[in-house]
């Protein structure tokens, strides 16, 4: 099947999200490697209420976190984009970059592909200034994509969802502004 995407970059394509969709991201959110660096697996309704939450963005914004498919199957892998975060911090509001992949499209450069033409497509089509990553410190993988991206390391904090929680509340803060070198 044929799909339209926002945008490409060289494997990958970018849309909003499609009811189909659900069934597939309900299964890399079951898959509890994927979610290691997460406080807990998301349920069936609350992968259906982001789905909604990320039509809804791209809507009204024209960002969201992407559905991303390879170009060479059609198959759902997952996301990669953009999305607001508003919890109490001392650099919120602000725009996250962020991706989530099945296992099986990890160590294949998805993310790092995905992410760069995304900052591409922010910044050049929406016109945007700045972007964020967040990622409790132990995400070393989430990490090393936003270097090589990149982003700058800002600073630690701790993460106020995620209190409580020794293992995720220590979190990075990294930043790439629209300016800087040309990455994509």
């Not at 220590?170 to 803060?173: A, D, E, Q, R, T």
């Given at each position: 099947m044929v799909k339209a995407y926002l945008f490409e970059s060289e494997r990958l394509g970018f849309r909003n999200w499609i009811e189909s969709d659900?069934?597939?991201?309900?299964a890399v959110n079951q898959d509890t490697e994927v979610m290691k660096y997460f406080p807990s697996i998301?349920?069936?309704e609350q992968t259906k209420d982001f789905v909604v939450k990320m039509q809804a963005l791209f809507d009204a914004k024209g960002f969201c976190y992407f559905a991303?498919?390879?170009?060479?199957?059609?198959?759902?892998i997952g996301f990669i984009g953009i999305s607001e975060k508003d919890f109490e911090a001392d650099f919120t509001p602000c725009l996250d970059i962020g991706w989530r992949l099945k296992r099986s499209a990890w160590n294949k450069g998805f993310a790092t592909e995905g992410a760069k033409r995304c900052l591409q497509y922010a910044f050049e089509e929406l016109?945007?200034?700045?972007?964020n990553s967040i990622a409790p410190k132990i995400n070393e993988p989430s990490i090393a994509v936003m270097k090589k991206i990149g982003m700058k390391f800002v600073k630690n904090f701790d993460h106020p969802l995620?209190?409580?929680?020794?293992r995720l509340q220590?979190?990075?803060?990294y930043e790439i502004h629209s300016a800087?070198?040309?990455n994509f």
């Open positions: 659900v069934e597939h991201m309900i998301p349920s069936a991303v498919d390879t170009l060479a199957t059609a198959e759902f016109q945007l200034s700045a972007i995620l209190s409580g929680d020794d220590h979190c990075v803060l800087a070198p040309d």
